[in-house]
Nanobody, 122 residues
Framework: QVQLVESGGGLVQAGGSLRLSCAASGRTFSTYIMGWFRQAPGKEREFVARISWSAGSTYYADSVKGRFLISRDNAKNTVSLQMNSLKPEDTAVYYC???????????????WGQGTQVTVSS
């Protein structure tokens, strides 16, 4: 069992930055893939970024590539999402999730946090 808790969401002006954090506890995370997803009203849950605990390999959705940066701190069991140059279309609830394999598919992630709201005003 893995428990995930997101934090760092809030209201920011377009062009601004936010840093989200995901605190993980429970089972060992060395073989897990950690992902960030988001869901805006009326839209399906969307992949944002992922990272492997072991190697730190990263992958980003085209919509955030060059603006967002995912990282992990193995000692603290945390995964962060640094969001820069934010746009109104980035407004969504952001979720941290854990998978057993390299994937961008939401239903392949078995553990989820409660989400944190990010609102970008124009």
């Amino acid at each position: 069992q893995v428990q995930l808790v997101e934090s760092g969401g809030g209201l920011v002006q377009a062009g601004g930055s936010l840093r989200l954090s995901c605190a993980a506890s429970g089972r060992t995370f060395s073989t897990y893939i950690m992902g960030w997803f988001r869901q805006a009203p009326g839209k399906e849950r969307e992949f944002v970024a992922r990272i492997s605990w072991s190697a730190g390999s990263t992958y980003y959705a085209d919509s955030v590539k060059g603006r967002f940066l995912i990282s992990r701190d193995n000692a603290k069991n945390t995964v962060s999402l640094q969001m820069n140059s934010l746009k109104p279309e980035d407004t969504a609830v952001y979720y941290c999730a854990a998978a057993w394999e390299v994937t961008t598919t939401p239903n392949r992630y078995h553990y989820w946090g409660q989400g944190t709201q990010v609102t970008v005003s124009s």
